[in-house]
């Protein structure tokens, strides 16, 4: 499948999240957020829209990366550099700017197992990888730098800046939108500079 978006073609597959509104509200959040040249790693890039409408728009350096190799396949097709990996665990050195449009829904009991529902839930309350992805990009972010993450109304907004304040980020929110039956909203969390 084929997808026009911003000065880029996208393509992807069937085993690979089909870019949507949490996917493009994202990426304008990250084109209003990047300043110049700086280095930008995505998190879950899946179809790798983000990162090419980042590279085709911005002259930013961006790597992706994905835990499924169908994503890291069609991130690599779309024209952008990618690694197949666990959140952080694969890559080294720091970033101005970590971008996530994480699995963020919770888990039902008799969900099918497969690589779209490695593309949306999260554990039993849709926070199981936000919470370990929060705490593996502070080590990965230069001081001030900071990460733009996708949450939902169904994954408890105020829950997850409530951890990413205990880990002494600095919150913030790039917007909100209401889909369907959800509320959506793009967060922000700066590193404190040390003192
Ligand atoms: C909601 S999709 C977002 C895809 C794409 N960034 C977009 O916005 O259209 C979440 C992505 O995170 C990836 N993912 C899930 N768990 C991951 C993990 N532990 N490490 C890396 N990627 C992961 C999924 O494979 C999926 O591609």
């Known amino acids: 499948m084929n997808l026009h978006y911003k000065n880029t073609v996208i393509k992807y597959t069937d085993s690979v999240y089909e870019p949507s509104e949490d996917s493009f509200l994202l990426a ?13 790693l995505e998190v879950g890039c899946g179809s ?9 728009n911005t002259t930013a350096k961006i790597t992706g990366i994905d835990i499924n190799p169908h994503a890291a396949a069609c ?13 952080l665990s694969c890559v080294k050195g720091k970033f101005d700017i970590i971008i996530f449009n994480p699995p963020y829904l919770p888990r039902h009991e008799g ?13 039993h309350d849709g926070r199981e990888i936000i919470f370990r992805f929060l705490e593996d990009a502070l080590p990965h972010l230069v001081e001030n730098g900071r990460i733009l993450m996708v949450v939902s109304s169904l994954t408890g907004i ?22 369907m039956f959800e509320q959506l909203a793009v967060l922000s969390g700066t590193k404190r500079a040390s003192v």
């Open 28 to 40: 304008e959040a990250a084109l209003s957020e990047i300043k110049g040249s700086e280095r930008i």
């Open 48 to 56: 790798g829209i983000i990162s090419a409408v980042i590279k085709a």
């Open 75 to 87: 991130t690599k097709e779309n024209g952008v550099e990618v690694i197949r990996g666990d959140l």
């Open 111 to 123: 969900t099918k197992k497969d690589w779209i529902d490695v593309a949306l839930t999260g554990g």
């Open 158 to 179: 105020e829950e997850v800046k409530s951890k990413m304040k205990s880990l002494n980020y600095i919150v913030g929110e790039k917007g909100q939108e209401r889909f």
